[in-house]
T-cell receptor, first 113, second 111 residues
């Protein structure tokens, strides 16, 4: 069974640009969550989607947005990039037998110069 | 969701049991205790969860105190590959997947 796939794995952008990250969930998983991880703030929840609807949203500015498609694949977008957006962005999906068990991808490491 | 408190770091000798404590004194009756770990440069991995009773699986055991205000994750025979950051998370079953990971405990298993 394939795991959670995130693309791209690494990317470098400059301030002011925008970026789109993609997450393909485990087959059958309908919940997709996004997290940002930085050395200073740790793992922080961005948003969660279920059946194409945003179910929860973390405390991030409107520059951070996401969406989920009918096949449960999800994308997140960050516009007007700032240096502080440099982070590991992790996608997690759920739908497994254990309620509350999240399966994480390996992340997309974004560097903003 | 209730807040958790964990030690910043711990050491454990290889082959010994690693006991990782977590305080969640404000936990509510419908909130579960979850444990995840994150090995360097990888995404977090689910370990175990429980509500009231002690739980055991192939990875670890979870001991929850009777008043549910604290818990301990036990890795019975730690190996070098168990070196990771361990996160204790409290979550209610109807809160979706907006997990508060906190800072976790950095466990170092030494030879």
């Amino acid at each position: 069974k394939a795991g959670v796939t995130q693309t791209p794995r690494y990317l470098i952008k400059t301030r002011g640009q925008q970026v789109t990250l993609s997450c393909s969930p485990i087959s059958g998983h309908r919940s997709v969550s996004w997290y940002q991880q930085t050395p200073g703030q740790g793992l922080q929840f961005l948003f969660e989607y279920f059946s194409e609807t945003q179910r929860n949203k973390g405390n991030f500015p409107g520059r951070f947005s996401g969406r989920q498609f009918s096949n449960s694949r999800s994308e997140m977008n960050v516009s007007t990039l700032e240096l502080g957006d440099s982070a590991l962005y992790l996608c997690a999906t759920s739908g497994g037998v254990v309620s509350g068990e999240l399966f994480f991808g390996e992340g997309s490491r974004l560097t903003v110069l | 969701d209730a807040k958790t408190t964990q030690p910043t770091s711990m050491d454990c000798a290889e082959g010994r049991a690693a006991n990782l404590p977590c305080n969640h004194s404000t936990i509510s009756g419908n909130e579960y205790v979850y444990w995840y770990r994150q090995i360097h440069s990888q995404g977090p991995q689910y370990i175990i969860h429980g509500l009231k009773n002690n739980e055991t699986n192939e990875m670890a055991s979870l001991i929850i105190t009777e008043d549910r205000k604290s818990s301990t994750l036990i890795l019975p025979h730690a190996t070098l590959r168990d070196t990771a950051v361990y996160y204790c998370i409290v979550r209610s079953s109807d809160s979706g997947y907006a997990l508060n990971f906190g800072k976790g405990t950095s466990l170092l298993v030494t030879p």
